[in-house]
């Protein structure tokens, strides 16, 4: 095999990488943004609402995201995500709640690239949402826009998971970083990978960012550089020093409102602010979503999520507060969404290719509208099968 289909621990030159992020977004290259700020393309999500229901109008759109993501900055803002952020105060009570909570059990939760201590963490806070108010959680993630920039860099059948992230004044900034999967790998081992599966790991994940409060640029949004994904050496380079030095000083800020979303390529240089402000405690619920053909970083009950969430949907729908557009995105945040892997011989596909998943039962149940009992019980037989 050829010594360059591996990356030693100092692959990527400097002067490539400048020049690689030295590149500037031309506007007309994304028509369906509402302007572009320092090389990342906004969207107004309000003016766009119509787009996203209409399937043609769609599909152009997350072709964008797509293409943002993947091929250009690798970065982009929904403005208003959440015209109503009714959903966000009520999920920020309770996730305020379990910070409380897990502090009294357990004390301060340790962290990726910051101290321990230094923020409040809340792992696996999808689970722990939907267990604590599965109406909250229905509503929360019954969102289109984040189901669609899900859809348009992962495919259908993506795996969400969420850690919310509480900066208080005084919070230093975060070392620069890639994420999952192999920028939380050491150098040792990620240099144990060939360089194709360090250009298929950026494709594997999505990583996004709700914002719980406003965000002004002194409370310390996330440090981002634009481009920077597109370097192929990045996970190897981001650890050396001229790297970080480079980034901190030409990462770039944009400030956020309560509901808006940031969502990147996992493999963009980024890293959380510094929050120099001196009353404004920072929570953004981080959105790590995965590929369905790839491995979430959290194990998540979905079994036990999809029971608690089912009756919360069929008591909104029945009240009209849930359209379909909304269920779909709900459904697809908490219940798995891919048929594999599985008992063949105990759950054979019917009818055609692959067996039912967790979310296409759930739709079903709905659609026959099967008690939440019935329902239990017919996920309960799906799960035995798919392990007997």
């Not at 994304?30 to 109008?57: H, I, Q, R, T």
């Not at 890639?178 to 298929?200: K, W």
């Not at 089912?310 to 008591?315: E, T, V």
């Amino acid at each position: 095999m050829k010594d360059h289909m591996f990356y030693e621990r100092e692959s990527g030159r400097l002067e490539a990488f400048a020049a690689l992020t030295a590149q500037t977004l031309d506007p007309a290259e994304v028509p369906f943004a509402a302007e572009v700020e320092k090389n990342v393309p906004v969207y107004d999500m309000a003016a766009l609402s119509g787009a996203l229901s209409d399937p043609a109008e769609r599909r152009a759109l997350m072709a964008e995201w797509a293409w943002v993501l993947g091929q250009s900055s690798g970065v982009l803002v929904l403005r208003t995500a959440y015209a109503d952020t009714a959903p966000i105060d009520a999920a920020t009570r309770l996730f305020e709640q379990i910070i409380a909570r897990e502090k009294a059990q357990a004390g301060e939760k340790a962290d990726h690239f910051a101290a321990a201590g230094a923020n409040d963490r809340i792992w696996n806070a999808l689970q722990k949402l939907c267990e604590a108010d599965p109406q909250v959680f229905a509503l929360y993630f019954a969102n289109p826009a984040i189901a669609a920039v899900c859809e348009a860099w992962l495919g259908p059948g993506y795996q969400m998971t969420a850690q919310v992230n509480l900066v208080r004044p005084g919070g230093q900034a975060q070392e620069a970083h890639r994420d999952y999967h192999l920028g939380f790998q050491t150098a040792d081992i990620a240099a144990r990978f060939p360089a194709h599966v360090h250009a298929l790991s950026s494709v594997m994940t999505l990583q996004g960012a709700v914002a719980h409060c406003d965000m002004p640029i002194e409370s310390g949004p996330t440090q981002l550089l634009p481009f920077s994904q597109l370097f192929p050496e990045g996970y190897m380079a981001y650890r050396r020093a001229e790297f970080r030095e480079f980034f901190a000083d030409h990462a770039i800020q944009l400030p956020l409102a309560k509901g808006d979303a940031v969502f990147f390529n996992p493999a963009l240089f980024h890293a959380a602010g510094e929050n120099r402000s001196e009353d404004i405690h920072r929570m953004a619920n981080l959105l790590q979503v995965s590929s369905a053909f790839g491995r979430a970083m959290e194990s998540v009950d979905r079994e036990g999520m999809s029971k608690a969430l089912y009756p919360a949907l069929q008591a909104l729908r029945g009240a009209g507060a849930l359209d379909a557009a909304g269920t779909q995105a709900a459904i697809a945040a908490a219940a798995e969404g891919y048929s594999f892997p599985t008992n063949l011989d105990t759950d054979p596909p019917a009818g055609g290719l692959a067996p039912e998943t967790q979310a296409q039962l759930m739709h079903r149940a709905l659609a026959e509208g099967m008690s939440a009992d019935a329902f239990a019980d017919a996920l309960d037989a799906q799960t035995r099968r798919r392990r007997a």
